[in-house]
């Protein structure tokens, strides 16, 4: 149980009010900045196309391209994000391609994807690329739930 000492009921209840709004703004800005760097870290996993759209042509790309982030109103009117991949991108539907790339485990990386692995350590090309990306990030909700207990400690 908690205790305050020197402190009523209303002014309390102000502080934890004013507390939770400043609390909610960061958590709202730091869901977007980890939504976009889990995104991004996705996008750097994700496998290459091993072709491009006509013979001769380099790789679209399109994988990369059809992640992004979506915002809507969930329960209780708070923001949510998600991060959605797949759709028409350049002409060509990703859905089935991202499925299949993102659940596979059978396949080799071809050399575009080898290429891209190459470019820097941060790429870690194969499967389940956002839920790989996800897991790096696991944990970066923590300081948010840290500052606002903090806050709500140091009357």
Do not use: C
Not at 92 to 117: F, Q, R
Not at 138 to 145: G, I, K, Q
């Amino acid at each position: 149980m908690l205790y305050f000492k020197g402190t009523g009921a209303v002014e309390l209840g102000a502080h934890f009010a004013r507390e939770g709004r400043t609390t909610d703004k960061r958590a709202l800005r730091h869901m977007r900045q980890v939504t976009k760097l889990i995104m991004e870290q996705s996008i750097r996993n994700s496998p290459v196309d091993w072709k491009g759209p006509k013979k001769g042509m380099a790789p679209g790309h399109e994988l990369e391209r059809s992640h992004r982030i979506r915002e809507q109103y969930g329960s209780g009117g708070r923001i949510e994000t998600a991060i959605e991949i797949g759709g028409m991108v350049g002409g060509v539907n990703v859905d089935l391609y991202a499925t299949w790339l993102h659940d596979s485990y059978g396949w080799k990386l071809g050399k575009a994807s080898e290429a891209k692995m190459m470019q820097s350590p941060k790429n870690k090309v194969g499967p389940l690329f956002l839920e790989r990306a996800l897991a790096e990030y696991d944990d970066e909700f923590e300081d948010v739930l840290d500052d606002l207990v903090e806050g709500l400690m140091n009357l």
